[in-house]
């Protein structure tokens, strides 16, 4: 074996600084992921940067090709709904961003947040074995010691001609690592796959089809059956919940449908069914009422 140089050496040894959490192999990756005929384009890796939505909604505002991945390794400046913070030990979890310009009627467009979470739940249940429930908007929920938790969350914004769409998901974390304790991981859920490799992959090949399904039905999310299988995995619905709305505003009721628009449907005490588009929503209870 030929010696490496010392700076090789180092670098290396940062790399694999942790073996429990090995590097993704950003190769590996391209030649599973971009094709010719897909919707994927590129794919880079960067050992760390703020936050993958941003860097990406620069690249789109220059010009950006659809179907641009971005993975970081860790983030230091990963943003949620409502600028809240999100943060993770490096190469602990995948956060990533894609741009997407779809092809149909911008009313449509707010569908997209809710796409990602039924891509990424379907692909995490199917993968890593976990049962991931949605909440709504934007939230990935698992089982962890008979409680859900919060272990992703998914941030649209538009950017560019498009929209770049930021997962955050928490996969390796253990108890003492989570950020606060109603956040959860893969790993304490007691996922049967922590391989970030294939999480990726499969999460990104369910996008790319729900995507293609949805873009085919002209973003009719009853053709495309993308609003009866978002309601089916949604763990608001049938809850007691707060909506927090700008303005500081709050509607409490019971979730009871997501419409047409993707906004969350709840029925207030006054016998009034007043639709939700953007808020925070506090679950009360839980949704067998017990």
């Known amino acids: 074996m030929t010696p490496q140089p ?10 694999w600084s942790d073996l429990g959490r090995p590097p993704l192999n950003a190769a590996a990756l391209r030649r599973a992921l971009v094709r010719p005929d897909g919707l994927w384009t590129g794919l880079d890796v960067v050992p760390a940067t703020g936050s993958t939505n941003t860097d990406l909604a620069a690249r789109a505002a220059k010009g950006e090709a659809e ?14 709904r409502l600028d809240r913070a999100w943060s993770a030990p490096p190469r602990s979890g995948l956060f990533f961003s894609v741009f997407l310009t779809p092809r149909v ?3 449509r467009w707010g569908w997209l947040p809710l796409l990602a979470g039924v891509a990424t739940a379907t692909a995490l249940s199917r993968t890593a074995g976990v049962d991931t429930a949605l909440k709504w908007p934007n939230d990935l929920l698992v089982p962890v010691d008979g409680q859900e938790r919060k272990t992703g969350g998914i941030l649209a914004e538009r950017a560019g001609s498009g929209v770049v769409v930021g997962i955050g998901l928490n996969v390796s974390l253990t108890a003492e690592e989570l950020p606060v304790p109603t956040a959860g991981s893969l790993a304490l859920a007691g996922a049967q796959n922590t391989d970030r490799d294939p999480l990726l992959r499969a999460v990104l090949r369910s996008l790319e089809q729900w995507y293609g399904r949805w873009q085919d039905a002209d973003g009719d999310p009853v053709r495309s059956r993308l609003q009866e299988t978002y309601a089916a995995g949604c763990a608001t619905l049938g809850r007691s919940v707060r909506a927090e709305l700008p303005g500081d505003q709050e509607i409490t009721g019971e979730a ?9 449907v709840l029925a207030t005490a006054d016998g009034v069914q007043q639709p939700v588009g953007a808020g925070d929503i506090i679950h009360l209870r839980p949704a067998d009422g017990s």
């Open 67 to 80: 179907g641009a991945i971005l993975v970081a390794e860790e983030q230091s400046a990963g943003r949620g």
């Open 6 to 15: 010392p700076g090789n050496r180092d670098k290396d040894a940062g790399r």
């Open 105 to 107: 009627p911008m009313e």
């Open 256 to 264: 009871v449908a997501i419409d047409g628009d993707g906004r969350l």
